[in-house]
């Protein structure tokens, strides 16, 4: 008996890899764990980006940004206040769904290039913004927070990645996932149709920087330190690399894109295939390739084992029918 539709299918592999996450730590060691705990955050972060650039159409080039505003949130609460770690979370989404609404609005009136140089503006201005007011930031030196085992990090990130996956997962499949894929594709046919562009061009900003802050807060668990050259210019490149190679516009690639900024520098420096110097230089040399066999991310690789597989299973299923 096959999956008679692609929900149900979804759910099914999303429980099986889900279940893997959750046995894999208990066979690797405490830094491991700690790695894992790494491409959790930029699961979280490249979801986030997902939600305005993938499904929205609204290219951002700054979601370290929204990182930093989180983080820092986080970092004060703990470090100046005492608040419990994963309490500020809350909060640190809220600020960031503010902060994404202030850019928001202004970005409603730029589009393509114009908008992805408005974030990078943001990516550029917020570390030096934090560098600036040392007596809350702790300025170039930073602030340190409470370390945790690698098990207790690794177990708490996916939490809440796991969280973060569902919120978005029930927001894209009903009626607002299904304006901003119609805004992505034809802002007038969406507006013809009845869709405030204002409205859901802001919120989808706002919800993406809310999950970026809460990958920001554990971003700064996972290093237990904080200082605005963290949440540099790199940090949102990479994001952006990891939402490309997973595709955008799908939920299916962004695990994929998430392992793969973590885990292949990682690789490639541990190896000693080369010098650290060369790592970003064949790093971005395997974006090209990757770019260049997927040119849709991994997620249109899923898409058609998915399709091949149901094909092989139905016989009697007509040629140019399956999609319907």
């Avoid at 420096?269 to 230089?281: D, F, G």
Wanted: aromatic content about 10%; charged content about 5%; some cysteine.
């Amino acid at each position: 008996m096959r999956f008679r539709t692609p929900a149900l299918f979804g759910i099914a592999v999303s429980v099986v890899v889900a279940v893997a996450i959750g046995l894999l730590p208990f066979t690797l060691s405490d830094y491991h764990r700690g790695t894992g705990a790494d491409v959790g955050v930029f699961f979280i972060a490249i979801l986030a980006l997902n939600i305005v650039t993938g499904f929205t159409g609204q290219i951002s080039i700054g979601h370290g940004a929204f990182m930093a505003v989180g983080g820092y949130t986080t970092a004060i609460l703990t470090h100046n206040h005492g608040w419990n770690d994963l309490t500020t979370l809350p909060l640190a989404a809220l600020v960031g769904f503010a902060a994404g609404v202030v850019v928001g609005l202004p970005a409603l009136r730029f589009h393509g290039v114009y908008l992805a140089l408005i974030t990078f503006a943001v990516a550029l201005a917020v570390p030096q913004i934090a560098k600036n007011y040392p007596n809350f930031t702790g300025g170039t030196e930073g602030l340190a927070l409470p370390t945790h085992t690698g098990l207790w990090l690794y177990c708490a990130t996916w939490l809440v990645a796991g969280i973060v996956f569902v919120l978005a997962w029930l927001l894209l499949r009903g009626r607002t996932g299904r304006a901003f894929r119609a805004i992505r594709d034809s802002e007038i046919a969406a507006a013809s149709s009845g869709v405030t562009l204002s409205l859901y061009k802001t919120f989808a900003f706002g919800v993406s920087a809310a999950f970026a802050a809460v990958a920001g807060s554990m971003y700064v668990l996972v290093n237990n330190f904080v200082n605005p050259d963290v949440f540099g210019l790199t940090l949102s490149l990479y994001i952006l690399i990891g939402a490309v190679v997973g595709g955008l516009g799908s939920l299916w690639g962004v695990l994929i894109g998430a392992a793969f900024v973590q885990l292949l520098p990682i690789g490639l420096t541990t190896t000693h295939i080369s010098s650290s110097q060369s790592v970003p230089v064949i790093f971005g040399a395997v974006v090209i390739a990757v770019m260049a066999l997927l040119p849709l991310g991994a997620a249109n690789l899923l898409r058609f084992l998915h399709f091949g597989s149901q094909i092989g299973q139905s016989s009697e299923v007509p040629l140019g029918t399956e999609g319907r």
